[in-house]
């Protein structure tokens, strides 16, 4: 009776501590579009250099749309994207009016 007691508490403590890192890991992920060069060195693999390689992709060509996007970065590649893709996002979507069609009384004015 003792062990079953001891495994069911095992297994409730083994679920709840992979919900908690799992819930800490997602609300600490380092957002590819805000993020400075500095908080880029906190993800594996990423130096100063990279980090900086990083920023000036992101003002060249704006907002990063998807993650995967990290690997037109020179210097990262497949490799290095695998070990950061759980830590990084690139955050919500901004909403905003939907884009004005070509044509249309309103993108005339």
């Not at 083994?14 to 908080?39: D, G, H, M, Y």
């Not at 000036?56 to 970065?73: P, Q």
């Not at 950061?84 to 690139?90: A, N, P, S």
């Amino acid at each position: 009776m003792r062990r079953r007691q001891f495994l069911t508490t095992f297994v409730a403590l083994a679920v709840l501590t992979c919900s908690w890192e799992t819930a800490t890991t997602q609300s600490k992920k380092i957002n590819l579009n805000t993020a400075s060069r500095t908080r880029l060195t906190e993800l594996p693999g990423i130096g100063p250099a990279l980090a900086g390689r990083i920023v000036e992709y992101r003002e060249k060509n704006g907002a990063f749309k998807r993650i995967e996007e990290l690997m037109n970065v020179r210097g990262i590649g497949e490799k290095k994207f695998l070990k950061v893709e759980k830590l990084i996002t690139v955050g919500a979507p901004k909403k905003g009016p939907p884009p004005k069609k070509p044509g249309s009384l309103e993108s005339n004015r």
